[in-house]
């Protein structure tokens, strides 16, 4: 046992009974490395990875190895998911080493926490190596390593410069439509997503995609949303009897998952589907939408409303054991139909794995599939909502992937945002009572009530760990999200009262971007990282720059603020030439760029049926259009001068420039 059988983290604790001498990172960690005079050896990971589990077994638990680690290093683990500061510095530092990372993350660092060498995953034998050939570089050439160590640093912090276009060009509908012609080009017209292996869902960029064709009408950018969202559940990505994502698949034709399931992901894509149905009317994309939320509120839901982070990838000592079937499986649960549903789902045929057991499949034209078999498709989906009730059943008696429990803010304020998303396309009552429970939850425990600050994880009954930007970005975002679907002005207020505490605490010199980490006389109980980031690019989650901008946009043109509007418009310039050069990592930039291009439309409701005037204009996905709605005199100033008593109105504004209002949603023109 160790000192991390002190902790809250689920990571941190699966390595609590390692002979390894862990120590959380903090004070006393480097402390320790001063005063002995030894090098930190800094391993990263996650409870839901894979190969961290793999590392773990391998090395970590084998006492002769841990003898190695405890001699010659002050060992140090982080949960990157309680600690992404300090995970963007040392990944940042093995990406300029080998120009890739991944967890596990391995970094080697002076006892002032400065990396001087990293890596991911190691064999037990070449892990045995490294630390002798690190152990003896620290002892006999320690000023070499501290150069490193000075160029790496000095390479991370570099990482963070942005250099505004020389032309001062302003964003533009050109700019707008090659970036998309830019993405393009990596699209995969026949399986979906991007080209290549592995694949990642990647619902940022799809959402670009969506909001490219609502505004162009561009054929091809929707052929490719729906072949990429009809694969996705295709595959293994997707659980056909439980719901939910998997976090990527390790081919291009989306079958085999890396079978953990994360809340952010499962959050984002639940938007996304709920957004497609909104704007095509297709009830398949609504369906994956409640399946995914479905699965989140039975699997991911804690008493109190919030949303866990994520369930693990193996089970049994095996990588997705949990979800595989064979044939004899399917036939004793389901007698009558064991064999016609085991081709549906190709078991023993194109969802075979490994060792004799299958990923559960669905054919890409159901339709098809049922007229083979002499079924009408309502038929078939009657048949298969009994059958996965049943096989649901049968897999709950098997010992289930663990759970990791904790709340995390951000990854909760994307759920917030997806139910919200979710409510507009359904009007499911359930899952907006969802959103408002967590989120009353959070004004409650996450924050201290006093000017604006919130902490970052919840467990074991405490929140911690002051909050980073993604936090407050995407918390302001799902505040937002609220108040556009009940239109309870105090949402956009504490909305706004993020968006002044960020930009006092997190403004970066030039007053353009954000750093990521909050200052270190803010980081409370928590030691802070050895280098402060300014993360722009977004990845499987989108950048909180990014969510900021959009949320300076619309707020500004909410409470009429054009310093926010003009900040917005100031962040997306400034990164225009990365905008159009790699469109895949700067997809939430464009959609913000495509407000600003375009232009962003308010449409201020007045009147008695104000909020059954904007329940009707949220069924369509609008992008680039603001809805306030209010049945009485409003403190936003969005409102000013737009009520007459008793009558109902809406106005269409640019800007600070209102048309003549129309008296219904069906004289619009949108």
């Not at 300029?96 to 034998?125: E, I, K, Q």
């Amino acid at each position: 046992m160790n000192r991390l059988i002190h902790e809250s983290s689920p990571y941190l604790l699966q390595h609590a009974h390692n002979p390894v001498d862990w120590y959380p990172y903090g004070e006393e960690a480097l402390s320790e490395a001063e005063t002995s005079g030894r090098p930190l050896l800094i391993s990263i990971g996650y409870s839901a990875c894979h190969w961290c589990h793999v590392m773990e077994h391998e090395s970590f638990s084998k006492p002769e190895i841990a003898e190695i680690m405890n001699r010659n290093f002050v060992c140090v683990k982080i949960d990157r998911e309680e600690r992404p500061d300090l995970d963007h510095v040392y990944m940042g530092a093995v990406q300029l080493l080998h120009n890739s990372g991944g967890w596990p993350l391995n970094c080697f660092a002076l006892p002032d926490g400065r990396p001087f060498w990293g890596g991911t995953y190691f064999r037990p034998d070449q892990w045995v190596s490294l630390l002798d050939q690190i152990s003896n570089l620290f002892g006999n050439s320690r000023h070499e390593l501290e150069e490193q160590a000075e160029r790496l640093i000095r390479g991370v912090g570099e990482m963070s410069l942005i250099e505004a276009p020389a032309d001062g060009q302003a964003i533009s509908v050109a700019m707008i439509d090659e970036s998309y012609a830019k993405l393009s080009w990596s699209f995969d017209p026949e399986l979906g997503g991007l080209l290549g292996s592995p694949k990642f869902p990647m619902p940022v960029v799809w959402q670009f995609v969506m909001q490219y064709h609502r505004v162009t009408g561009n054929p091809e950018s929707l052929a490719q949303l729906k072949t990429t969202l009809l694969r996705m559940v295709c595959g293994g990505l997707f659980d056909r009897i439980g719901g939910g994502f998997a976090r990527y698949s390790t081919d291009a034709e989306w079958k085999v998952p890396h079978f953990e399931k994360m809340l952010y992901d499962n959050a984002q894509l639940t938007g996304l589907y709920a957004n497609m149905f909104r704007h095509t009317g297709e009830r398949f994309y609504l369906d994956i939408a409640e399946q995914t939320i479905e699965f989140v509120l039975q699997g991911l839901t804690s008493p109190e409303g919030l949303f866990f982070s994520a369930y693990d990838a193996d089970s049994e000592g095996d990588e997705g054991s949990f979800y595989l079937w064979t044939r004899e499986q399917v036939n004793e649960i389901l007698p009558e139909y064991g064999e016609l549903l085991a081709d549906y789902w190709g078991i023993g045929g194109s969802g075979l794995w490994e060792k004799g057991k299958s990923i559960l499949m669905r054919p890409t034209d159901e339709a098809f599939f049922a007229s083979q078999q002499h079924l009408s498709e309502e038929e078939l989906k009657q048949l298969l909502r009994m059958a996965g009730k049943l096989m649901l059943a049968a897999r709950e008696k098997r010992i289930p992937p663990s759970l990791d429990d904790k709340a995390v803010l951000s990854w909760n304020a994307l759920m917030i945002k997806a139910l919200a998303e979710a409510y507009k396309a359904s009007g499911n009552q359930r899952w907006l009572d969802a959103a408002l429970k967590a989120a009353g939850f959070i004004l409650r425990e996450f924050s201290n009530g006093v000017g604006g600050a919130y902490k970052r994880v919840w467990k074991n009954g405490e929140a911690r760990i002051p909050a980073m930007l993604d936090d407050y970005a995407y918390l302001a975002d799902a505040w937002i999200s609220l108040y556009q679907v009940t239109f309870d002005e105090e949402w956009l207020f504490r909305a706004k009262e993020i968006a002044v505490f960020v930009v006092e605490n997190f403004s970066d010199q030039t007053g353009s971007f954000f750093w990521y980490s909050p200052l270190p006389v803010q980081s409370g109980e928590t030691s802070p990282a050895v280098a402060r980031i300014i993360g722009t690019t977004d990845g499987v989650e989108p950048s909180g720059n990014a969510v900021m901008a959009r949320i300076l946009l619309t707020l500004g043109l909410y409470f009429e603020n054009s310093h926010y509007v003009d900040r917005a418009v100031n962040m997306v310039s400034n990164l225009r030439d990365r905008i159009v050069s790699y469109p895949a990592a700067y997809a939430g930039w464009a959609g913000v760029a495509m407000e600003v291009a375009y232009g962003k439309t308010t449409l201020v409701i007045t009147g008695p049926d104000a909020f059954r005037n904007a329940a009707m204009l949220n069924r369509k996905f609008l992008p680039g259009i603001l809805v306030a709605a209010a049945s009485m005199e409003s403190r936003l100033p969005v409102f000013s001068e737009k009520f007459v008593s008793a009558k109902n109105l809406i106005y269409r504004c640019e800007g600070n420039t209102c048309s003549s209002p129309v008296g219904s949603v069906v004289d619009l023109i949108l």
